[in-house]
Nanobody, 119 residues
């Protein structure tokens, strides 16, 4: 079991930036990748960025194009930096530790952290 906690959310001004941190505890031996998602009001959860256990980053969508994902060497902490925030970036931001489980994989989600972009 991997326990995941996101921190760093809050109120951000338009045009500003945000820095989120995700900390994982537990056995990470079967780690495949870490990812940041967000869920805007009345919308489905969407991928922003993913980083593999080997350190390769992947970004998706307009939010991904303004983001940077990184992790520490132990892979128990992953970071998300996003710049030039817009009102549509208001969302709950989630971290996911994607672990190998037998022939498949399992997601380990945090409870999320609210980011609100103010006018």
């Amino acid at each position: 079991q991997v326990h995941v906690v996101e921190t760093g959310g809050g109120l951000v001004q338009i045009g500003g930036s945000l820095d989120l941190t995700c900390t994982a505890s537990g056995n990470l031996d079967e780690l495949l990748a870490m990812a940041w998602y967000r869920q805007r009001p009345r919308q489905i959860r969407e991928l922003i960025a993913r980083i593999t256990s080997g350190g390769l980053g992947y970004y998706e969508g307009p939010a991904g194009s303004r983001s940077s994902v990184s992790a520490n060497d132990a892979r128990n902490t992953v970071y998300l930096h996003m710049h030039t925030l817009k009102p549509e970036d208001t969302a709950v931001y989630y971290c996911d530790y994607n672990m190998r489980a037998g022939e498949g994989m399992v997601h380990n989600w945090g409870h999320g952290t609210q980011v609100t972009v103010s006018t």
